[in-house]
């Protein structure tokens, strides 16, 4: 976790600005976690990126922090009053009553420890939304050239979580067209980029399929995973993992 927040400048940068033009994909993933929690209270990103979700998921009386280690994103939120920056060993234990964390984990060599202060920070009895890349088949040039040490099972995530004390809610994949795009992208090209023209095409043309198949498929197979995992109402305390 260390190495996460005190890193300087992300890899991905300019991808993540290009992702941003993914207005299906990013609308409908952002419908998704809004559905997790109610205005008011405190909501935590963590891995905020360019603040491309603190402007979906905005709600009145919603107080925001987000967790961004580089320089120029971090500017980027502050600039656009998106949420506050915070560290995460900064949060008192129990400060936070949601919280969600998309494509970040697997940017992290050690995440366990991640996990383990996500813990910490939640109230007990509130919730965690993780979103991060699955299927190790699938990991390609481009994964390594923005910084992913990994992608998930749905076995290894379900397990960090357990380890760390949450209970999982629910978990299932995401994205299965995306599913297929990506293992032609690695058993094709594997360039290590991924273009504007590419993602505005994948998200006007294709992604809506993905998204009418999903009920039927997020049992079986997708490019991503999603996983809802609660802090139980009684736990010891653990802010010494």
Do not use: W
Request: glycine content about 8%; proline content about 4%; aromatic content about 12%.
């Amino acid at each position: 976790m260390q190495n996460f927040e005190n890193s300087k400048n992300y890899s991905g940068a300019e991808t993540l600005s290009d992702l941003s033009l993914a207005k299906n994909y990013n609308s409908h993933l952002a419908s998704i976690i809004q559905s997790e929690f109610s205005s008011g209270g405190t909501v935590l990103d963590f891995g905020a990126g360019n603040g491309t979700f603190l402007k979906l998921l905005q709600c009145p009386g919603t107080r925001y922090l987000a967790v961004e280690p580089d320089p120029e994103l971090k500017e980027q939120i502050l600039e656009h009053h998106l949420a506050e920056i915070v560290k995460l060993d900064s949060l008192d234990e129990g400060a936070v009553d949601f919280i969600y964390t998309l494509n970040v984990l697997e940017h992290i060599e050690n995440e366990q420890d991640a996990i383990n202060s996500l813990f910490r920070v939640l109230r007990p009895g509130c919730q965690l939304l993780v979103f991060v890349p699955c299927f190790p088949h699938l990991y390609s040039e481009f994964d390594k050239s923005i910084g992913h040490f990994r992608r998930y099972t749905k076995t290894e995530l379900r397990r960090k979580l357990d380890a760390a004390g949450f209970s999982i809610l629910r978990g299932h994949y995401f994205d299965p067209m995306g599913y297929f795009a990506a293992l032609i992208y690695r058993l094709t090209f594997n360039s290590g980029s991924i273009g504007k023209r590419q993602i505005k095409a994948f998200d006007t043309f294709i992604y809506p399929v993905s998204k009418f198949l999903l009920p039927l498929t997020r049992g079986l197979f997708g490019k991503n995973l999603i996983f809802l995992a609660q802090r139980p109402h009684e736990t010891m305390d653990r802010s010494s993992l």
